[in-house]
């Protein structure tokens, strides 16, 4: 059976392939499932109900949308959202792996992984004795075998347990104890990242304002090259830069994937109203 992320990505397909808004019946009956499952699936999984998001994503709400650098719900009056609650963040500390673990080839590294559920799908995670080293959608096998060839002399294991706790934290809203992340990275990729960090959740930025961001306004390229090979989905938010012209760009996990990370952060800044109702009926 489907996951709701996956039924969540065909209806993502369909949406666009509609180039506009489809009634609630309509968008369940190409699902294949009744209207009142798909709206209570599609409200639990985002927040808020389908006729808000396809108003998201429709061909003219996504020029203003996803307008380089500007907020994401900068309509959101016209919404009828309030961009004031449900405000969420992680707070993330970034490690480099010292030199002295690339020449002793991972020899001093214990490293556990493991696979588990996430809103957007399946999810690889994997943790030193320091932070996380790598979050990639997905099964994350290929993930594996490039650290298994990275450090052959590091110890490897499968620890489930400690693993889902660590994605719980990894996608909870809530703020927390503080997320630390150990990862192999020049100086310029951990500038990247770094200033990734800074753009908040329903903000979107330029590679060439990352650039400006971090004194390097005219290597657009290599500011591309460094959030392309963010190893750690989400966390570092590599999904929130964007084309000049405000296109979405290309992502290493899926552009579908892409958008609906985008709109599931602006529906969870704000899917209650001013006067505190809940928007998931409507």
Not at 60 to 69: C, D, N, V
Not at 149 to 157: D, H, L, V, Y
Request: charged residues 25%.
């Amino acid at each position: 059976m489907p996951s709701d992320y996956q039924r969540i990505e065909h209806a993502l397909h369909i949406l666009d392939s509609q180039q506009g808004m489809l009634s609630l019946d309509e968008l369940a009956n190409k699902l294949d499932i009744s209207a009142g499952h798909f709206q209570r699936m599609f409200s639990r999984w985002v927040g808020i109900s389908p006729k808000r998001f396809s108003q998201l994503i429709t061909v003219e709400r996504a020029k203003q949308l996803l307008s380089a650098g500007q907020p994401l719900l900068n309509v959101s009056e016209d919404l009828s959202l309030s961009s004031s609650s449900r405000l969420y963040d992680h707070f993330i500390r970034i490690e480099a792996m010292t030199p002295g673990d690339y020449r002793s080839r991972g020899e001093n590294l214990r490293i556990r992984w493991g696979n588990g559920d996430s809103p957007f799908g399946e999810v690889f995670i994997a943790q030193t004795q320091r932070g996380i080293c790598a979050l990639a959608f997905g099964d994350g096998r290929e993930e594996l075998m490039a650290m298994q060839q990275r450090w052959p002399a590091a110890q490897f294991s499968e620890e489930h347990e400690d693993s889902q706790e660590l994605l719980r934290r990894a996608f909870s809203h809530s703020h927390g104890e503080p997320l630390s992340l150990h990862l192999l990275a020049s100086d310029f990729q951990l500038q990247v990242w770094r200033a990734l960090l800074a753009i908040r959740p329903g903000q979107l930025s330029t590679y060439g304002q990352l650039g400006q961001r971090i004194g390097q306004a005219k290597a657009a390229r290599a500011v591309g090259r460094a959030v392309g090979s963010n190893p750690v989905a989400l966390l570092i938010p590599c999904h929130r830069v964007v084309r000049q012209t405000g296109a979405l760009g290309g992502y290493r996990w899926g552009v579908t994937r892409k958008r609906a990370i985008l709109l599931h952060e602006a529906a969870c800044n704000s899917i209650t109203r001013e006067d505190g109702s809940d928007d998931r009926r409507q």
